[in-house]
């Protein structure tokens, strides 16, 4: 199975602060990376498909970048709507496989 | 809009099966893969298979291989997933999500269900 690293595990921000995640890949996966967004006690929501595109509905403050190994997600000004844990999936081998997972909050 | 609504929460003994439905609405239920993708308690998501509402074919993860069935009743646009000879460590939340392909898998999951809670206990 293909192994995603997420960094950091966690992170405590300020309302319009940047807020950058990174995501690894064990091997070469293309772009086929998706990020998704979830609240507690709710389903994820994905944002972000092969690698940059952003989702039908979702705000411009997401993005996606990257390809091959090493992927970034960043949120240009961090508002309090988006305190959640941020995922990271490949799908360029079965199984999809999912990073550990991201939890943001508010400084 | 497109809906997956999941049934409700179930307990369960040890050894026990669980099937749990996922109904679909607001979308053609037979263009697009159902996959099921399960949560333990504060854990991250697990991806365990999905099914191809228009063939029935499926394809599970090997670890759940020989204990999970995924049916589907395109009559009323239903996808189940069925869990047996459970653990304490099967217990979580139990998702099924829509495929963002048409008529393929990408692998990539656009709509959820609310979630299934089964807590797997003696």
């Known amino acids: 199975d293909i192994q995603m690293t997420q960094s950091p595990s966690s992170l405590s921000a300020s309302v319009g602060d940047r807020v950058t995640i990174t995501c690894q890949a064990s091997q070469d996966i293309s772009n086929y990376l998706n990020w998704y967004q979830q609240k507690p006690g709710k389903a994820p929501k994905l944002l972000i498909y092969d690698a940059s595109n952003l989702e039908t509905g979702v705000p411009s403050r997401f993005s996606g970048s990257g390809s091959g190994t090493d992927f970034t997600f960043t949120i240009s000004s961090l508002q309090p709507e988006d305190i959640a844990t941020y995922y990271c999936?490949?799908?360029?081998?079965?199984?999809?496989?999912f990073g550990q997972g991201t939890k943001v909050e508010i400084k | 809009q497109v809906q997956l609504v999941q049934s409700g929460a179930e307990v369960k003994k040890p050894g026990a099966s669980v099937k749990v439905s996922c109904k679909a609405s607001g979308y053609t239920f037979t263009d697009y893969y159902i996959h099921w993708v399960r949560q333990a308690p504060g854990q991250g998501l697990e991806w365990m298979g999905w099914i191809n509402p228009n063939s029935g074919g499926t394809n599970y993860a090997q670890k759940f291989q020989g204990r999970v069935t995924m049916t589907r009743d395109t009559s009323i646009s239903t996808a189940y997933m069925e869990l047996s000879r459970l653990r304490s460590d099967d217990t979580a939340v139990y998702y099924c999500?829509?495929?963002?392909?048409?008529?393929?898998?990408?692998?990539?999951?656009?709509?959820w269900g609310q979630g299934t809670l089964v807590t797997v206990s003696s």
């Open positions: 999500a829509r495929d963002l392909g048409y008529s393929i898998s990408r692998g990539g999951f656009d709509y």
């Open positions: 999936q490949q799908y360029d081998d079965l199984p999809p496989t």
